[in-house]
C-alpha cells in the first residue's frame, strides 16, 4: 500500500509529461487518436459524445472537489455539507453516462469487425482500466458514499506538496483505492496510446472504395512524414472542399444524411442533399476528382493528420475519350494506349516510363473468368466489397454471363454502382477478404526515384514511421509481402507482353547482382 500511494503517484505523471515530451519530439505525426470513423460513424459518435463529455466534466470535477482547500471553501461561504451534495449529485449523473458511453464504444469495437481488426493489445488495456475505473466510481455514487473529502481529497494535497500522507488512505475501501490507482495507470499509458489525442486540440489501398483509397493514402504519406498533400480537382477551390469535409465530421450532418437515405435516395445523393441543406456546395460530390478531394480532406482530418491539403485545379473533361492537347483525360490516354497510338505527347516526360509494358483487361479477361468461375461459393463470401448479399449476385451473373462487361450489366443497380462491382471482381480474382483489404500497409515500396526524389527520399527515412523497401530488399511483413507478390503475378496475367513484365517483376523481387 505503502507503494501505490506514496511513490506510484509520481512515477505515473513523469511518465505522463515525459513520454508525452519524447513522443511530440520524436514522433508528431503519430499525435493522434487514430481513428477508426472510417469503418463505422454512427454508434463512434453516439458513444464519443456521451463518454468524452462525461468523463471531462468527471476529470475536472475531480480536479476541483477533492483539490480544493478547506480553507477556500470556507472562504467561498461553501459548507462540508454543501460540497458533498454537490459532488454526490455529479457523480450519480456523470459515473453512468461514462459507463453507458464507454459501453457503447466497447459493443461496437467488438462487433464490428473491420473496427475489432484495427484494435491492438494497448487498446483493450486502457479500455479495462476505464471501465474499472467507471464502475468504482459508480458504486461510490449509488452505493458507497464514502467521505473522500476528509481522507482521498487531504491525501492528494498531501501529494501536491511532496509530502504524501499515506496513513490518510489506510481506512479508504479496497474500490477506492483500485479506482484511485487505475486512474493514475490511465495517465501512465496516455503518451504510449490512443489517449494521447486527449492533449491535443498496396494494392489493397486501390482496391478500395473513394473514402478508404484517401484515407490509405494520407495514412502512408503522413508515416512517411510528409508536410502537404497535393491533389488535382475540378473546383480546384481547396477552401471549399476543406470546409466541406469539416462539416461532414460533424454530428449534424450524420442526422442530416440519415434522414435523406431514409427518403430512399443512394448514398451518394444523400450525402450530396445533406452537405447543400448545412450551406455547403454539394455540386462537389458530382465530380470525380472532386470527390477524390474531399476523402483526402476528410482522412487528414478524422486520422488528425499534420499534413496540409493544397488543391491544383484540373481543367477539361474527365471522361473525354478524344485527347485534348491541353487538358487530355485519363481515358483517353489508356485508348491511346491500347490502340498503339502516341500517347507520350499527351503525359509529360517526367511522368512516363520508357520501358513500362502496357496493361488492359481486355488482354487478361479469359484469366480473369477462369478465375472466377472456378471459385467456390465460400470463397464469394469472403471477398470485399461483397456484403448484403451481392456476393450472390455477382456469383450467378459470373457463371451465366460470358464476358466481363455482361457480368457487369447483369449484376448493376441503383444501390450497387459499376464502380463497386468491379472492386468485388477484382478483390475475388486477386483473393482478398475484408480484413486483407482494410488492413494498414507495413511497408512502402520505392519504384524509382531521380535526384530530387533521392533527397526527399533521405529525410523520410529520417522522419518516417514506416519501413520503405527497395528493389531486392525483403519487406519485414511476410504475409503482405506474399499478397504484393501474388497480386503483382495476377496482374502480369493482363499485360501486352507478359514475357517483358515478368523482367520487370524480377528486378523489383529479386535481390540485384553484384555487391548491395
Request: aromatic share 12%; glycine share 6%; hydrophobic share 45%.
Amino acid at each position: 500500500m505503502h507503494f501505490f500511494f506514496a511513490y506510484y503517484p509520481y512515477i505515473c505523471i513523469t511518465l505522463l509529461l515525459a513520454g508525452l515530451a519524447f513522443r511530440y519530439v520524436t514522433d508528431p505525426g503519430d499525435w493522434n487518436a487514430r481513428s477508426s470513423e472510417i469503418f463505422e460513424k454512427t454508434w463512434l459518435r453516439r458513444g464519443s459524445i456521451i463518454f468524452h463529455y462525461a468523463i471531462i466534466l468527471s476529470f475536472f470535477g475531480h480536479i476541483v472537489g477533492l483539490l480544493t482547500p478547506d480553507s477556500v471553501m470556507h472562504a467561498l461561504r461553501i459548507s462540508m455539507e454543501a460540497h458533498t451534495v454537490v459532488a454526490v449529485g455529479m457523480g450519480m449523473i456523470l459515473a453512468p453516462l461514462v459507463v453507458v458511453g464507454l459501453g457503447i464504444l466497447l459493443w461496437r469495437r467488438i462487433t464490428n469487425e473491420h473496427v475489432w481488426a484495427t484494435t491492438v493489445p494497448m487498446d483493450v488495456l486502457v479500455v479495462l482500466l476505464i471501465l474499472i475505473n467507471g464502475c468504482t466510481g459508480f458504486y461510490q455514487a449509488y452505493v458507497a458514499h464514502f467521505p473522500v473529502f476528509v481522507t482521498v481529497g487531504p491525501w492528494l494535497r498531501s501529494l501536491v506538496v511532496f509530502r504524501p500522507d499515506v496513513v490518510l488512505m489506510e481506512t479508504v475501501p479496497l474500490f477506492l483505492q483500485i479506482h484511485v490507482v487505475s486512474a493514475f495507470t490511465l495517465f501512465a499509458l496516455i503518451p504510449f496510446s490512443r489517449l494521447v489525442h486527449i492533449f491535443s486540440v498496396p494494392v489493397t489501398y486501390a482496391l478500395r472504395s473513394a473514402e478508404g483509397f484517401a484515407a490509405g493514402g494520407v495514412s502512408i504519406l503522413s508515416r512517411l512524414g510528409c508536410g502537404f498533400l497535393s491533389f488535382g480537382c475540378e473546383s480546384g477551390d481547396g477552401a471549399a472542399i476543406f470546409r466541406a469535409a469539416e462539416v461532414s465530421c460533424s454530428v449534424e450532418f450524420e442526422q442530416a444524411l440519415h434522414v435523406r437515405i431514409q427518403t430512399g435516395l443512394s448514398y451518394a445523393a444523400a450525402r450530396q442533399r445533406a452537405l447543400e441543406a448545412l450551406g455547403q456546395d454539394g455540386q462537389l460530390l458530382t465530380r470525380p476528382n472532386d470527390i477524390l478531394a474531399f476523402e483526402y480532406c476528410r482522412a487528414i482530418l478524422t486520422q488528425n493528420s499534420h499534413m496540409h491539403p493544397l488543391a491544383v485545379l484540373r481543367p477539361g473533361d474527365y471522361h473525354a475519350d478524344a485527347p485534348d492537347a491541353e487538358h487530355p483525360s485519363a481515358t483517353a490516354v489508356r485508348q491511346l494506349i491500347l490502340s498503339g497510338g502516341d500517347w507520350r505527347q499527351y503525359v509529360p516526360a517526367a511522368c512516363t516510363y520508357e520501358n513500362a509494358v502496357p496493361h488492359a483487361l481486355l488482354w487478361g479477361e479469359k484469366a480473369l473468368l477462369a478465375r472466377l468461375r472456378g471459385m467456390e461459393q465460400a470463397d464469394w463470401v469472403q471477398a470485399a466489397h461483397g456484403s448484403e448479399g451481392l456476393w450472390s449476385k455477382v456469383w450467378k451473373a459470373v457463371q451465366a454471363q460470358p464476358d466481363y462487361e455482361r457480368i457487369l450489366k447483369a449484376s448493376k443497380s441503383k444501390r450497387y454502382p459499376r464502380t463497386r462491382l468491379q472492386r468485388l471482381l477484382l478483390c475475388a480474382y486477386l483473393g482478398i477478404d475484408t480484413q486483407t483489404l482494410l488492413r494498414e500497409a507495413p511497408y512502402v515500396r520505392v519504384l524509382a526515384f531521380d535526384e530530387m526524389g533521392r533527397t526527399v527520399l533521405r529525410q523520410a527515412k529520417k522522419d518516417a514511421r514506416l519501413t520503405l523497401v527497395n528493389a531486392g530488399q525483403t519487406p519485414p511483413d511476410e504475409v503482405y509481402y506474399a499478397l504484393e507478390r501474388r497480386c503483382a503475378a495476377l496482374y502480369g496475367l493482363f499485360a501486352m507482353q507478359p514475357e517483358l513484365f515478368s523482367e520487370q517483376v524480377a528486378r523489383i523481387y529479386q535481390k540485384p547482382l553484384g555487391p548491395a
